[in-house]
């Protein structure tokens, strides 16, 4: 039904940059929510920001206190791709990402399923 895939993520050392980002393929009519979690070594996956469609007020974007300053989250509705501009990255910043999507039109039914893609290593060199 709905297909995530990430891209962008990589080796970089400590104040650096990347941007990561995710294409939603599938029978898709318009996606509620995008975001991004990660999953650092050892730990549980958490939030790190997602954007909400709202065709009233705009998108409006969310982040963990973690990131905030620091990541800008970005999407376009026409192309269904979501990004994460992480900059000023830290070596806590080391984690797998993984996109997410949150309600969902499809062609046939709207799912409220949540959709995940396999994830992008991002490593931060002390």
């Known amino acids: 039904q709905v297909q995530l895939v990430e891209s962008g993520g990589g080796l970089v050392q400590a104040g650096g940059s990347l941007r990561l980002s995710c294409a939603a393929s599938g029978d898709i009519v318009s996606i509620n929510v995008m975001g991004w979690y990660r999953q650092g070594p050892g730990k549980q996956r958490d939030l790190v920001a997602y954007i909400t469609s709202s065709i009233t007020s705009g998108s409006r974007p969310v982040y963990a206190d973690s990131v905030k300053g620091r990541f800008t989250i970005s999407r376009d509705n026409a192309k269904n791709t979501v990004s994460l501009q992480m900059n000023s990255l830290k070596a806590d910043d080391t984690a797998v990402y993984y996109c997410?999507?949150?309600?969902?039109?499809?062609?046939?039914?709207?799912?409220?399923?949540?959709?995940w893609g396999k994830g992008t290593l991002v490593t931060v060199s002390p």
């Open positions: 997410s999507v949150h309600g969902v039109r499809l062609t046939t039914y709207y799912s409220t399923k949540d959709y």
